[in-house]
């Protein structure tokens, strides 16, 4: 009983924490774009992070096998989530800055809100609908200079200095989609097998057809297959990987297979709250006015999203009995 307890005041905790880690693994591959192809970082990414979640799944004695039904969703769930999302994210990450493409990668639960509305019939009422409104405002405010939110409107695409959709920006909008798809994707993959073993098994499997990519003469980098990287970036390396993605992933995947999609993903407002955070924190940097105006609408946004049934009760008064004379 105390275990179970312990476990419940924990959760919140869990759910919140493939986010923090998201928000620092995107900063962590940034630089490492430098000396290296986006598919070669994206298949390093994945590989490991994908061993370790079925190595971790047989330690905790779950079932690593996967149910012949779930096969074909497997598959594209992989193809999806892994080997679409990952390439494109690193493609993305290597055109565009840091904050704008946060803003892009972001995006996604809108989208995830309006998937799981239509194939789930999950409710969004006018609660959720403000709520996404705010997170996307918030997250516009947390990724873009203040002069661009300024002079957006009166000077277009001039305010960014470049063009306003550059093929980076491009390529983040896509990398969202299909994250956002692959979300969904889950709760048809893990119908009869583990959440745990279907998250490795598509990080694997995902990853194969970008290690085949990384490897054209195209797509490799100079240098070879492996990047020559420092010791220190190895270590962001593998920071990005087990924690990142291994434990990010399987916990993110774990949650969302069953559960409140559009309520679970809202947290993604979050992610560029906690790079701000840890810029703050561990850089020394300062969050400015329309930084903490972001951060307030993105936890706005969450708490209206995942309060949104018990905020938004349009026929509680109809069925209150009436009262007596």
Known sequence: MLQASRWSSLLPLAMVLPFALWGTAMAAMKPLLDGAAPLQVATLRLLPAGLVLLAAAALLRRPLGIDRRDWPWLLLFALVDAS??????ARGLAQTGAGLGSVLI????????????SLFGEAINPVGWLGLMLGLLGILCLGLPAAVLQHWWLEGPVAFGVRAWSHGELWMLAAAAAMAVGTVLCRFATRHSDPLAITGWHMLLGGLPLLLLAELPATRAAAGWLPPWTAAQWGWMAYATLLGSALAYGLFFWFASAGDLTGFTALT????VFALLCGVLWLGEQ?????????ALALISVLLINRRA?????GAAACTPEQGP
């Open 84 to 89: 679409l999302f990952q390439g494109l994210l």
């Open 106 to 117: 972001d995006s996604q639960p809108l989208l995830v809100a309006l998937l799981a509305r």
């Open 269 to 272: 407002f979050l992610t560029p």
């Open 287 to 295: 969050l400015q006015p329309l930084q903490w105006l972001g951060a």
């Open 310 to 314: 018990q905020l938004w009760r349009p």
